[in-house]
């Protein structure tokens, strides 16, 4: 076991599960406020830079160079609350779909067989008034013969592009095998699972999106949890609407029934990428998918820790966050499936008591990038992470790590592509005592002692990037590591020596 003093992860983008649809977003920048689930959000993100720690930073590749040149369209957050599916056929000359049907949503789906049902969609509505209106008519459904028409528009070979709705919260990517027609004014259809390169075509797009904290739905997995939204939280630049905030207060058990008190703060600022650089060979010649994830925590750990926690450190998880933003790319519907359950860890390997108070600062970038001829390559980054005790103080002889970390996933219409783990940690070694605080004045010790601070980041690509069209990965594709580490405090002092009995 490592020696080990405080872990914290951030990720990802977080969020974790489908959001609600039809939340309206407030219009102007929001006072901290209770989260509620809601749609998705809006423009591109820009994640702060944190100081202060070591820059070995990775080199993010640009995505491959077009074979031919084209304008990339505009990947953008789609509006919120949209439920209408594009249908439409692809086209003929390797273009994207052009929906034709319109005023239908998914209301029945079974991913596992396929069958599915199409019904009208409600109009939308008009711009909200002040006051409720007294009628029920603001949100009319469609008239018999539309729906008789663009029935007759969804034929078997059709492409159905579904953001998020009740019948499929994290959307669906569909091609339409069989048709009949249903109860009332809905569809009945057999599908099977379709791919962008059959939606997209030859279109060329590459976007950053942001994802708004509206459009976060928050999970506790413990008792003592709160979350807020705020307009600039702890340095984390807020450029969809506000940051969430996760306060967490609660022990982490121990072997044996001990346990320690361990409290929590976590703001979070995420962001999706999404490129396609399409052909007609239905492969895309270029396409990544990832996310940036900007964060900032504070945590507090203190208890005595009187035996070695295990090969493995001991894991609380306290929340699972939720998010299916929406992309419109060439006039379709993309959805993005972001997922992230964050966890205090705490492991020791020694008896000692521990009063520990630390913070983490950083961007952390995942990203699965594809080029025709060569295959699926993962990227990942967090050069710029910063962690830094604030309070310190170590009695015993051990080696202590601890944590509030992340495990992320990313993927399209319910299909996760990417899995992974951040980790930003403090870790430390004492033999006699150590009281510090940074800044501050100088540590105060007996004995030797060690605090370094570090992150780890890995995961791996699954064989659903399928959906891309490109070639299937044959399970899983381990990410490249990455792991920095830095010293923070080091040095020893003389231990008093034993007073001569009398």
Known sequence: ??????????TGVAACGPTSPGTPQAATEPATTPVAAAATGTGPATAAQPSGAPRPRTTTPAAAPSARP?????????????????IGTPGKDGGAVTATAKNLQLTAYDPAGGAAVLSSAPAPSAAPSATPSATPSATGSATPSATAS??????????????????????????????QPGAGDSIKLATRPATLAELLGGT?????????????????????????????????????????EVDVNAPIPLPEGASVAATGSLQLHPAVHFAYHGAAAGSPRTASIGFDLGAHAQWKVTGDLSRSTGAAPVRLPFAKLQA???????????????????????SADGQVHVEAEQEATGTWSVRADYTGGKGWSPLTDAADTKVSPVHLRLNG???VRAALGAEASIGLYDTVGVET???PYLSARAEGSLSADVPGNAPQAQGSWSVVGGIDLNGALTAHLKIFGTPIIEGKLPLPPFHREWPLLTGSATLPSPRPSS
């Open 1 to 10: 076991m490592r020696p080990a003093l405080l872990t914290l992860v951030l």
């Open 70 to 86: 084209s304008a990339s369209a505009p990947v953008t957050a789609a509006p919120a609350g949209a439920q209408q599916a594009a």
């Open 150 to 179: 663009a029935a007759a528009a969804v034929q078997p070979g059709a492409l159905i592009a579904s953001p998020p709705t009740a019948a499929a919260p994290q959307g669906a990517l569909v091609a339409v095998t069989a048709v």
């Open 204 to 244: 060329e797009a590459d976007g950053k999106v942001a994802v708004d904290p509206h459009g976060i739905k928050v999970t506790p997995l413990v008792k003592d949890l709160k979350a807020s939204i705020g307009a600039d939280l702890g340095g984390v630049k807020a450029d969809a609407s506000g940051t969430l």
């Open 324 to 346: 299916s933003p929406v992309l419109t790319v060439a006039g379709l519907p993309v959805v993005v499936n972001l997922g992230l359950t964050c966890y205090l860890e705490i």
């Open 397 to 399: 002889k051990a080696g």
């Open 421 to 423: 783990t951040v980790a």
